[in-house]
């Protein structure tokens, strides 16, 4: 029978394994056991994602926090040939394969609600869906999983797909907590530990979307700060803590309205700091400043 000791072992194990990293980040400049996220800016700062790392995206409703995601997503599976794996109750399944299908086509939203589609469009609708069809994305839309559920719904799709190269989970309010207090009071603050460990024990890195505090609103300065985050995170599980940010938002006279900051207030793999994005709103997707 396996005991706690299994679990500790000797330091000379692993002298190798950090000797091999360290040559294999001066072999490629610096650039070691992470996956690009498609963002250059956002690669310079972090380095890519990384394994096992949880990675927190925290925004005020309508920032465009599950764009990002998606944008994530996009890039994983079609760039990197990663799976993916998207755990989203506050959008349904077939509104999300809508989104990734008008971001990849780069039409309008509106234009497609409304029915205004040409030919040009029809033709870049099912050119973008037959290329989807080929990517391994998952949806999974059902309301107030648990992490335990999160993490054998995972562990099923690695065994059928391999190795995941992300794990979304789009919006941690909405998680079942109940479980992890023995007094059924919701525990909140335990369930970034959930994750984290998800993250660890499926070697994958994790997002979670976090609502921030709308006392923000209010504050002279509206860029959100790490004590802004949903108490169901503790920042000490978190490894990547990224804010968005975008003045318009608060300010309709704001010279760029597509201008969004993102914010790194927390980075363990490296600095801080904060860069540009352009927010398309009527594809719904990010892409680099102008």
């Keep these: ?15 190798d394994d950090a000797v091999a990293e360290i040559k294999k980040r001066a072999d490629n400049k610096g650039c070691i056991a992470s996956i690009s996220t498609g963002i250059e800016a956002l690669d310079d700062l972090t380095g890519g994602f990384h394994p096992s790392q949880l990675v927190v995206i925290g925004s005020r ?15 994983m ?5 990663l799976p993916v794996a998207i755990f989203s109750s506050r959008t349904s399944k077939r509104l999300l394969a809508s989104r990734l299908l008008q971001s990849m086509a780069e039409l309008n939203a509106t234009r497609l609600r409304a029915g205004m589609v040409d030919d040009n469009d029809w033709s870049r609708i099912y050119d973008a869906a037959n ?9 999974d839309d059902s309301f107030a999983l648990t992490a335990d559920q999160i993490f054998d719904k995972c562990k099923r799709a690695r065994s059928e797909m391999g190795d ?3 794990v979304i989970i789009n919006g941690i309010q909405h998680l079942n907590t109940e479980h992890l207090s023995d007094t059924g009071r919701q525990d909140l603050p335990t369930i970034s530990g959930s994750l984290k460990n998800i ?54 006279e704001a010279p760029d309205k597509n201008c969004t900051e993102i914010i790194i207030a927390k980075n363990r793999h490296g600095p801080l700091g904060t860069f540009e994005l352009y927010f398309d709103f009527g594809t719904g997707s990010f892409r680099n400043q102008p």
């Design 131 to 139: 290329r989807f069809k080929s990517l391994p994305i998952l949806i």
């Design 199 to 252: 993250a660890h024990q499926l070697n994958v890195p994790l997002i979670v979307v976090s609502p921030i505090n709308e006392l923000v609103d209010g504050r002279e300065d509206n860029r959100p700060q790490l004590r802004d985050l949903h108490k169901a995170i503790a920042v000490e599980d978190v490894d990547l803590v990224m804010f968005l940010y975008r003045q318009s938002y608060y300010d309709l």
């Design 77 to 81: 599976s079609a760039g990197n040939q």
């Design 164 to 166: 995941l190269g992300l």
């Design 1 to 15: 029978m396996a005991t706690a000791i299994d679990d500790l072992t000797h330091i000379n194990n692993h002298v």
């Design 61 to 75: 409703p309508s920032m465009g926090a599950t764009a990002l995601c998606l944008n994530f997503a996009q890039y």
